[in-house]
């Protein structure tokens, strides 16, 4: 009974290194992800080397300064929208 004890806390311990080792590599919170392994074990070791690091979504934001740039003025009588921004200049 000891000894099943001992080997499942060796297996905790070690897919919670492992998940923490592989998330600092991967850039994301170490003991976050460790404290995760220690409570998922595998599935947490999958969940981290399975997901993209957050470096692969850095140049992934989109250039939204050009919209509107065509949107014509409200007609006479209607009000503008708010949420579409500032409104275009006639």
């Known amino acids: ?6 080997l499942l806390l060796a297996y905790t311990l070690a897919f919670a290194f492992f998940t923490g080792w592989l ?3 991967k850039g994301r919170d170490e003991v976050t992800w460790t404290i ?3 409570f998922f074990g595998i ?3 999958l969940a981290v080397g399975l997901a993209p ?6 140049g992934d934001r989109i250039d939204r300064s050009h919209v509107g740039a ?4 409200p007609r006479e009588g209607y009000a503008w929208d708010p949420r579409l921004g500032p409104p275009p200049s006639e």
């Open 43 to 45: 599935v947490a070791l």
């Open 53 to 58: 690091s957050p470096a692969a979504f850095e």
């Open 23 to 25: 998330a600092k590599e």
């Open 1 to 6: 009974m000891a000894l099943l004890v001992i």
């Open 70 to 73: 065509d949107r014509e003025a």
């Open 36 to 38: 995760l392994g220690l």
